[in-house]
């Protein structure tokens, strides 16, 4: 009897230590799982750093998703996860440069938003609201090729890509839903800390401090996918200002201006200053940037980097893959600035195409 309680204690070793580190991750570790590379790394960076530069800047928020019946403004946005920051965001800084809400419209997950803003523009979605006189379309960096190379103008689309009620959970999870995750959760850190599994994180160390995150100033982490994609062919590039033209163009022909900003990728902006850098070199921005000749393409990497080799910290998140309130209100500003020249050269074509009776 004591040979087999002695097995038995020595054959559950495996679960009692599973038990405790799935213990030891939910109520220790899971905790300081901030920001979304914390999340996706599972690296405990701490919650000081997401509470101090996570406050808002701006006291009241003038951007609101689009509702069926609510008021729209002149003003909709139609992006990935950079056009869902709220009061955090570009879009509710535009609005307090203009004055004027903006109303910013959320995709089904997966979305492409080029393809989304055709397809809502194809079943008469705009029409119904007159009010809107410009569309922003947002795209990330390490998407915008692939997205752009398979944008298809005169698709009939099955379904509307807005996010409508019931598209996410309907409810709290259940008792075994939430025992599950965490189970979940607590493999996957297991896994990632004893290296059995790759990391959708990366990490490298910087020459100098780009971040107030504590401990962390001068490591660069970032998404994995940042990677996948390092240049871009001279025939891809004609094809994504084609596509990008042809999608102008038809928010033009509806009487609506359209600017199309890409967020940059973060590995993007710092590789430059990686010391010793491990990773492959990425050449996409500079590629990208053949784009500008489009008066419509708006490219925040070029003042970003201005400021970051002024000495400017935290431009993006320490710990996520998305640029930070300082970021978003420059790329507000960049986007305030075309509507206002827009908006000069429109008033001084009417002028002069107005009837003189003198």
Not at 130 to 150: F, G, M, T, Y
Not at 296 to 307: A, K, S
């Amino acid at each position: 009897m004591k040979r087999f309680l002695v097995r038995t204690f020595i054959g559950a070793i495996p679960l009692l230590l599973l038990v405790l580190g799935s213990l030891y991750y939910y109520f220790r570790i899971r905790p300081e799982l901030t920001g979304d590379l914390g999340q996706l790394g599972k690296i405990a960076f701490g919650t000081e750093y997401d509470a101090r530069i996570g406050k808002p800047l701006l006291a009241d928020r003038m951007v609101s998703p689009y509702e069926p019946g609510a008021p729209v403004g002149r003003i909709v946005t139609i992006g990935d996860s950079f056009s869902q920051q709220e009061e955090k965001g570009y879009q509710n800084f535009l609005a307090h440069r203009l004055g004027e809400p903006v109303t910013n419209i959320r995709l089904i997950q997966g979305e492409a938003p080029e393809q989304a803003a055709l397809d809502l523009l194809h079943d008469g979605f705009f029409d119904t609201l007159p009010e809107v006189k410009w569309v922003i379309v947002e795209s990330v960096e390490r998407a915008l090729v692939d997205r752009c190379l398979k944008l298809a103008p005169d698709r009939t689309p099955e379904a509307s890509p807005l996010l409508r009620d019931g598209d996410g959970p309907t409810g709290p999870e259940s008792g075994n839903g939430l025992l599950g995750r965490a189970f979940r959760q607590s493999k996957d850190w297991m896994l990632l800390h004893t290296g059995l599994a790759a990391s959708p994180v990366c990490s490298a160390a910087l020459s100098r401090p780009c971040f107030t995150l504590p401990g962390r100033e001068s490591t660069l982490y970032f998404y994995r996918d940042d990677l996948d994609r390092l240049s871009v062919s001279d025939d891809e590039l004609a094809a994504v200002r084609e596509s990008l033209r042809t999608l102008h163009d038809r928010f033009r022909e509806r009487g609506i201006e359209l600017f199309y900003l890409m967020a940059v990728d973060k590995y993007e902006l710092y590789q430059h200053l990686i010391a010793e850098n491990p990773y492959p070199q990425r050449l996409l921005g500079t590629r990208l940037r053949e784009l500008d000749s489009l008066e419509f393409f708006i490219d925040p990497l070029p003042r970003l980097r201005e400021r970051l080799d002024a000495g400017e910290t935290d431009l993006y998140l320490g710990h996520d893959t998305h640029w930070s309130q300082k970021g978003a209100a420059l790329a507000a500003d960049l986007l305030c600035e075309k509507i206002l020249d827009r908006e000069t050269e429109q008033a001084t074509t009417d002028d002069e195409n107005r009837p003189n009776f003198d």
